[in-house]
């Protein structure tokens, strides 16, 4: 980076609030600085240098003229969340326990494999969407993350694994909008967010390795498509409206056609024919694991280009439901590889660190109290099972 001396800048009077530049898509920082009276391209100086070099001190942006330094300090930061703990999974899996404003933690979970490292991260503090075999959902919903969180998230782990100094031990070269929440919930701040990971100025990340997750806001599908082009992902569960109403409880106001019509709507937006559609689906025993399921579910995606991606429900306290038996889990997916489908089984990773899918349930302020009414639903069907 260049360095280029400029001693016009106005004096700004300190603001009571600093302005957080971490979450700055490339067109918000650029409004900034024009806002500012600088020229653009102190934009992308300062989003490489956050971005790309891990920078969060002004001082150190080598590039930008002393007194816009001087004048940045005064009115902007670049802050990403406060990492309270972290843990390593003997399978290399990590997970940070981020504290956000406001007090309560999300989980961000980094997974390794041979060749790349896929980073999972949350869009929410908990969930207001409920979904009956998640671990977020069953802890309330608190409030939405701000794009800063959200980048924040990917920032602590490049950081954490110098990605930033290129001695890098691992990379992320993944991201899935996976982890706490759902993300077309918090449209706008994840949108700038992505904009982000896919900047060249940013983290550089083609579009086919960011991936948002979703369990089926269908009118933000649609704006998505029009917005941004990264992989979509549809949080499937049930191969009907009777049982994905009662598991995916959007499905009442969103259901299954319109799902499917929208995912599709979205793909033809996108300029390469190639793309697909991943269909997750969570087995759980004896509740969407039968033959009849995997049938209606080889029917339902029949127009869909998509491949699946089952995942074994991994057991937790507040709910009753069991992880799938292996001959469930192999005869559900060899019914839908015979009907042409690509599936592949999710391997449960982080085990040892409760990092695994549906697990990541931070501690949430809940403002709906649902968790309260979960203990209290599950003391009181203890006590039935107790009195015989
Ligand atoms: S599965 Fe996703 S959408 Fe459903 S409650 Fe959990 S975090 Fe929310």
Redesign the pocket.
């Known amino acids: 980076m260049s360095h280029s001396a400029d001693n016009s800048v106005p004096t700004v009077e300190p603001r009571e609030q600093k302005i957080n530049l971490l979450g700055l898509s490339a067109s918000r920082l650029e409004e900034f600085f024009i806002e500012l009276g600088e020229k653009r391209f102190r934009a992308t100086q300062v989003m490489k240098w956050i971005h790309q070099a891990g920078v969060d001190d002004f001082a150190q942006m080598s590039n930008v003229a002393k007194p816009l330094r001087e004048k940045l300090a005064a009115i902007a930061e670049i802050r990403a969340p406060e990492v309270v703990e972290r843990h390593d999974s003997v399978d290399g899996t990590c997970k940070w326990i981020i504290r956000v404003e406001g007090g309560s933690c999300i989980e961000t979970v980094y997974i390794p494999e041979r060749d790349r490292g896929t980073l999972c991260v949350s869009s929410q503090v908990g ?5 009956s ?5 069953k802890q309330g919903f608190n409030r939405d993350l701000t794009a800063a969180e959200i980048i924040g998230q990917v920032w602590i782990a490049a950081k954490h694994f110098g990605q930033f100094d290129s001695k890098a031990t691992r990379r992320v070269t993944n991201v899935v909008m996976m982890g ?3 993300p077309l919930m918090n449209y706008r701040n994840v949108v700038d967010a992505m904009s982000l990971m896919l900047a060249d100025n940013g983290y550089g990340l083609s579009k086919r390795r960011v991936t948002l997750s979703t ?1 089926g806001v269908v009118p933000m599908i649609e704006k998505l498509g029009d917005e941004i082009d990264v992989s979509l992902a549809i ?1 499937l569960h049930a191969p009907n409206d009777e049982l994905r109403n009662e598991l ?1 409880p ?1 499905n009442r106001k969103y259901p299954l056609a319109q799902l499917i019509d929208a995912s599709r709507r979205y793909l033809t937006k996108m300029p390469d024919i190639h793309r697909k559609i991943t269909v997750e689906y969570t087995l759980i025993d004896q509740v969407n694991d039968r033959r009849e399921h995997a049938e209606q579910l080889a029917a339902l995606l029949v127009d869909l280009p998509c491949k699946i991606n089952l995942i074994p429900f991994n057991p937790f306290d507040a709910v009753d439901y069991r992880k799938v038996s292996n001959n469930s889990l192999h005869r559900f997916r060899d019914i839908l590889q015979q009907a042409g489908y690509i599936v592949t089984v999710r391997t449960t990773r982080g085990d040892d660190i409760a990092a695994a899918c ?1 697990q990541l349930a931070g501690s949430v302020n809940d403002k709906t109290r649902r968790s309260e009414r979960h203990r209290a639903k599950r003391a009181a069907r203890e006590e039935i099972i107790a009195s015989g």
């Not at 969930?127 to 979904?131: G, K, M, N, R, V």
């Not at 075999?133 to 959902?137: E, I, K, L």
Request: proline share 0%; hydrophobic share 40%; charged share 10%.
């Open positions: 969930c207001s969407l409920d979904c075999f998640c671990a977020t959902g706490m929440g759902e369990a949080s995916v959007i549906g």
